[in-house]
């Protein structure tokens, strides 16, 4: 098994992965449903129809006029009423198939989608989302289901019927609608920025629908009600956030109108083109290479260095420096070599078969990529602060003082040195977020002065607004969620049942049964990793973009509830096996299960899996979760330093070896901020993946990434950084949203009669106990009276 696992981490082809908000809309129908559902769409289909035949007389749904679905649609909005919990179901039902699709009447999959959008958008019209949301509460608030779910030694999919079809409805409609097509219809367009809208603002018990879905994680957390299907509660969880406040591409746009309302200049590339437009780098030499090589040394075939010219080099995508076949120059794999740092052999070097290493993969023909001019993919930034430091050093050497954060005054100071400032100048990058601490420091300074700052109500400010009160337990359940679906992690008996919407009521008998079920549990926990992992990158651009203090508490609660450690132990895995990963079962996917007829399964069949190089969901989950370690430990000392303790160096180069650009670059942003703390030893092992840095991570001009020189400048005190971030989050809280805003300069009432003629809320009982009251906070407390006649 290791032998094999080598060979295909050494293998490692270009992946043809395109990154986006979502997979394809196929995809993401299909991941709802487990396999253990199957059944269900035959029912959802049976119900539908014993209803309809009564209504339709003969005639087929996609036969009726709009008028007429319409008014059939009105009927199942009355059944939904009746207090029959099973006649409920059987309506819900009803509607959950028109939201399929009506695929009985339907050919192909492209006819199921066809219907399943007109349908959607007709369920909306005629208000189907509100009457579900009020019976979904019902549902959430059924405390009798609750506590009979608590009590069950094993849950499944029958303890969760009436939530799963409820869910099931709404994600069909929100991820339909939010869907966009060119051949939309006005109508429909009109009816998705109303839903958006919807979404987004406090129409729903005066808070955004992303909050009820927020409160059943929690309580599904807090083992109040294990039976809710969680899958579904996050991957709608997840399509309501893209929905209301928007994907990356709206992002992007975001970005750009903020900074031109700040008059800020432009950014100066759009990094989704970039990193889109990037090739991957072959991973650094594996044990396997370096053996071999080794051979060929003691077999005196030494390859001769071919010259080439430093202009080649530079070319972007025209070479790829990596590979380089002089032995004497190959540096050792950080696997093998790490001692110091490390000190451990990475489990998948050991014990390798010797064999010669397959051929390249051939490139991809040069025309699908943007060919950079020469020189490196991103524009150097430096910051203010930066040029600030260089000064001071320049002035405290050549003058033997400073001016503060003067960065006009250049006297005194020698001709190289004015150069140096004007090129720092040219790159100097003014982001959003010190725009805002800055504006903040000044409404903290001047509260009286500057007013009241006027908050536009965005759909982030208003979910923020809600988060607010209880976002460390919203953080803490979600990451007791990612642990709970890691692959790396070990069943525990106090960990919580994330199985409660798959597992089936009679357990498998046969091996086939067994192995099915087996498929269906990994994909469902991958489903899980991929929706937490999409949600918390989301949040966390979507309130950086806001404001830099809403992300900022995100990010230490993230922190304080150990998400780094949790993320280094998902990746400390094959994690090529883990990408190339098949748990799925093409034939038994909606909405071509609904369509075809089925094929007969068997372990052969089920052991093949599907023929794609990767799993697309698997990878897009891996490039979240970086970007959200990469989005927690940037420009924090304390945090950089936990990755070095945590001994994520060996865990990230082995991330290298998936060959898929845009993971690469954010592994490389990772290995980048800690290499000075690292040691010259590990720099001096890893030279490949020192150049891989230069030429693919953002260059800070000033930025003494490489050498190490200044690592004893800075002590590393986590909770004094962690402490006073916290208090300028306190801070901003407290100044933005809370309601006894400026309490230091109320009036204070001094009249004694006003005082004790204010009406005091007391609780009911209050009578009942009044006198123990007086008592115990009267009578028996001793009363200084000769100390208020003498001077404090």
């Avoid at 199942?76 to 059987?90: F, G, S, Y």
């Avoid at 910051?383 to 050497?397: A, M, P, V």
Wanted: negative net charge.
């Amino acid at each position: 098994m290791q032998a094999e696992d080598m060979e295909s981490s050494m293998e490692s082809p270009n992946l043809e992965f395109e990154y986006g908000d979502t997979d394809t809309l196929t995809a993401e129908l299909s991941e709802l449903y487990s396999y253990t559902e199957e059944p269900e769409f035959a029912l959802n289909r049976d119900y539908f129809e014993e209803d309809f035949r009564s209504h339709a007389r003969g005639r087929r749904w996609i036969e009726l006029t709009v008028e007429e679905q319409k008014a059939y649609v009105m009927r199942l909005l009355d059944a939904l009423e009746v207090t029959d919990r099973d006649k409920r179901l059987k309506v819900a039902r009803a509607i959950l198939y028109l939201a399929q699709g009506v695929f009985d009447e339907c050919d192909t999959e492209v006819d199921v989608l066809h219907w399943s959008r007109h349908n959607v958008f007709l369920l909306y019209d005629m208000g189907i989302f509100t009457a579900l949301l009020e019976l979904l509460s019902m549902e959430i608030d059924n405390s009798q289901a609750c506590s009979s779910a608590v009590r069950k030694p094993a849950i499944s999919l029958a303890d969760s019927t009436e939530l799963r079809v409820l869910l099931s409805i709404m994600y069909l409609m929100v991820e339909t609608i939010r869907v966009q097509t060119e051949d939309d219809r006005p109508e429909w367009r009109s009816a998705r920025e109303a839903f958006k809208n919807e979404l987004g603002s406090p129409l729903y018990n005066g808070e955004p629908f992303a909050l009820l879905l927020f409160t059943m994680v929690t309580k599904f957390c807090s083992m109040n009600a294990p039976h809710f299907p969680m899958k579904k509660v996050l991957l709608l969880l997840w399509k309501t956030i893209l929905f209301t406040l928007g994907g990356f591409e709206e992002l992007q746009e975001m970005k750009v109108r903020g900074r031109e309302r700040l008059n800020l200049p432009p950014l100066p590339e759009d990094s989704i083109k970039v990193v889109r437009a990037m090739r991957a780098a072959s991973p650094p030499a594996s044990a396997m290479e370096l053996i071999e090589q080794q051979q060929q040394q003691k077999r005196g075939r030494r390859s001769r260095r071919p010259l080439v010219k430093q202009d080649s080099l530079d070319t972007y995508n025209e070479r790829d420096p990596f590979k380089n076949d002089d032995a004497r120059d190959e540096e050792e794999d950080p696997e093998d070599t790490d001692s110091g740092i490390e000190g451990e052999v990475d489990p998948l070097d050991r014990d390798v078969i010797i064999q010669p290493p397959p051929p390249p993969p051939p490139l991809r023909p040069p025309t699908e990529r943007v060919n950079f001019p020469k020189g490196l993919p991103w524009a150097p930034k430096v910051r203010e602060k930066d040029i600030e430091h260089f000064l001071e050093t320049s002035r405290n050497k050549f003058i033997g003082f400073t001016l503060g954060n003067d960065t006009e005054t250049l006297v005194g100071l020698p001709r190289p040195i004015h150069e140096s400032v004007k090129t720092l100048k040219q790159h100097k990058y003014v982001s959003i977020a010190e725009v805002q601490i800055k504006r903040e420091e000044e409404l903290q300074q001047c509260p009286l002065t500057l007013g009241e700052e006027e908050v536009e109500e965005t759909p982030t400010e208003m979910l923020y607004l809600g988060m607010l009160p209880n976002l460390s337990q919203y953080v803490i359940a979600l990451l007791k969620l990612l642990l709970a679906a890691a692959p790396t992690s070990k069943a525990k008996t106090d960990s919580i049942n994330i199985l409660a919407d798959v597992l089936p009521e009679e357990m498998p008998i046969t091996v086939l049964q067994s192995m099915k079920l087996g498929i269906d549990v990994n994909r469902h926990k991958e489903i899980i990793v991929k929706a937490i992992s999409a949600l918390l990158l989301l949040l966390l651009k979507h309130f950086k973009l806001n404001h830099i203090y809403q992300f900022e508490i995100v990010s230490q609660h993230l922190v304080f509830a150990n998400c780094i450690p949790l993320i280094l132990k998902f990746f400390n895995q094959n994690i090529m096996s883990y990408i190339s990963a098949k748990n799925s079962i093409c034939v038994l996917d909606f909405p071509h299960c609904v369509v075809h007829e089925m094929p007969e399964l068997t372990a052969e069949s089920l052991e093949a899996g599907d023929s794609n190089q990767f799993c697309w969901r698997n990878l897009f989950s891996c490039i979240n979760l970086l970007r959200i370690l990469n989005k927690l430990t940037k420009w924090k000392h304390s945090r950089t330093m936990m990755l070095v303790v945590f001994k994520s160096a060996p865990i990230l180069k082995r991330a290298l070896k998936v060959k898929q650009a845009m993971m690469q670059l954010y592994v490389l942003k990772l290995l980048k901020i800690q290499t000075k703390y690292l040691g010259r030893q590990w720099r001096k092992s890893n030279m490949k993946t020192m150049s891989a840095i230069y030429q693919k991570v953002r260059h800070r001009l000033n930025d003494d990434w490489a050498y190490g020189n200044d690592i004893d400048a800075r002590p590393w005190d986590f909770q004094a950084e962690e402490c006073a971030l916290r208090e300028s989050i306190e801070k901003f809280n407290s100044r933005r949203y809370d309601k006894n805003k400026n309490g230091d300069f109320t009036p204070v009432d001094n009249c004694l009669q006003s005082v004790l003629g204010q009406r005091v809320e007391l609780p009911e009982d209050f009578h009942y106990s009044y006198e123990m009251w007086l008592e115990r906070e009267v009578f028996s407390q001793p009363i200084q009276w000769e100390g208020l006649l003498q001077n404090p």
